[in-house]
């Protein structure tokens, strides 16, 4: 499977971004990681095929992430940003919890203060 990810860039605190990421086919499991700098990759949204979503604590309430199964692609709609939410945003896909993971190239979100 090839991820192709699309969106980001730099917006101010409180504004809105959106990412999208495109699969070459389809997959139970798409969603988003991101990495701050110095920081470890962390789970940002997950969403079945199905249309079932988890989202990090930190990201409850202002992040939306949605499917569109007949393009295999997810969306994800950030609102509220904040400057901690800067990062390098990876796209990924998985098959089940056992299989191996397929990452999109990176795409950075930058939010000034």
């Known amino acids: 499977v090839q991820l192709q990810a699309s969106g980001g860039g730099l917006v101010q605190a409180g504004g809105s971004l959106r990412v999208s990421c495109a699969a070459s086919?389809?997959?139970?499991?798409m969603g988003w990681y991101r990495q701050a700098p110095g920081g470890q990759r962390e789970l940002v949204a997950t969403?079945?095929?199905?249309?079932?979503?988890n989202y990090a604590d930190s990201v409850k309430g202002r992040f939306t992430l949605s499917r569109d199964n007949a393009v295999n692609t997810v969306f994800l709609q950030m609102n509220s940003l904040k400057p901690e939410d800067t990062a390098i945003y990876y796209c990924?896909?998985?098959?089940?919890?056992?299989?191996?993971?397929?990452w999109g190239q990176g795409t950075l979100v930058t939010v000034s203060s």
């Open positions: 990924y896909a998985r098959s089940n919890n056992y299989s191996p993971t397929y």
């Open positions: 969403a079945t095929r199905g249309g079932i979503t």
């Open positions: 086919s389809s997959i139970f499991y």
